[in-house]
């Protein structure tokens, strides 16, 4: 059974960089058919994706969030990673990873738990 | 970008009720459209995509419907665990956006 982890700080200050990582077990992020993403959430708030990244690393990126976001892969070690430049109050919420399907459904399935991260000083 | 509307924000049903949830797209979306369950401080969970495939492991009351720019989710008999908050989610074009979610109550 595939499962996502995220990892990383929980609190970051403002104007600093926020880098998140998630590691996928049960499963090969080399699989053929997916991409993974992020979406995050602030507290008490809806879904916002901020982008995903291909086994080769091809990157898609919400243009919402383009100039600060930066991810990576690391198929060695079957993990991804997001950072994210900059960051104020507004970026404080609950980050997800998750495995993103290619097919025109482009479903996200499953999640890892999630992870609350905080802007604050 | 695609914005997704779902109505009611809030609904409240008894156990054994019938509920339907809808998702209006501010442009077709043709079939694109996902659904999610999330339960407090846990992650969204799959329920149904491409408008009406049932996600392998969910159960049958589940079932979604449309095309074009309405879409709905129907819970045919309310059971305790659906008690929850649903979101819609558009695949048609990038970025991938989402409903604001409709919060499902006990009455």
């Known amino acids: 059974q595939l499962q996502l982890q995220e990892s990383g700080p929980g609190l970051v200050k403002p104007s600093e960089t926020l880098s998140l990582t998630c590691t996928v077990s049960?499963?090969?992020?080399?699989?053929?058919?997916?991409?993974w993403a992020w979406i995050r959430q602030p507290p008490g708030k809806g879904l916002e994706w901020i982008g995903g990244?291909?086994?080769?690393?091809?990157?898609y990126y919400n243009p919402s969030l383009k100039s600060r976001l930066t991810m990576s892969v690391d198929t060695s070690q079957n993990q991804f990673s997001l950072t994210l430049s900059s960051v104020t109050a507004t970026d404080t919420a609950v980050y997800y990873c998750?495995?993103?399907?290619?097919?025109?459904?482009?479903?996200?399935?499953?999640w890892g738990q999630g992870t609350l991260v905080s802007v604050s000083s | 970008d695609i914005q997704l509307t779902q109505s009611p924000s809030s609904l409240s049903a008894s156990v054994g009720d019938r509920v339907t949830i809808a998702c209006r797209a501010s442009q077709s979306i043709a079939s694109y459209s996902n659904w999610f369950q999330q339960k407090p401080g846990k992650a969204p969970k799959l329920l149904i995509y491409a408008a009406s495939s049932l996600q392998s492991g969910v159960p049958s009351r589940f079932s979604g419907s449309g095309s074009g720019t309405d879409f709905t989710l129907t819970i045919s008999s309310l059971q305790p665990e659906d008690f929850a908050t649903y979101y819609c989610?558009?695949?048609?074009?990038?970025?991938?956006?989402f409903g604001q979610g409709t919060k499902l109550e006990i009455k």
């Open positions: 998750a495995r993103w399907d290619t097919s025109s459904s482009q479903w996200f399935d499953p």
């Open positions: 049960g499963g090969s992020i080399s699989s053929s058919g997916y991409f």
């Open positions: 990244i291909s086994k080769s690393g091809d990157t």
């Open positions: 989610q558009q695949s048609y074009s990038s970025p991938p956006t």
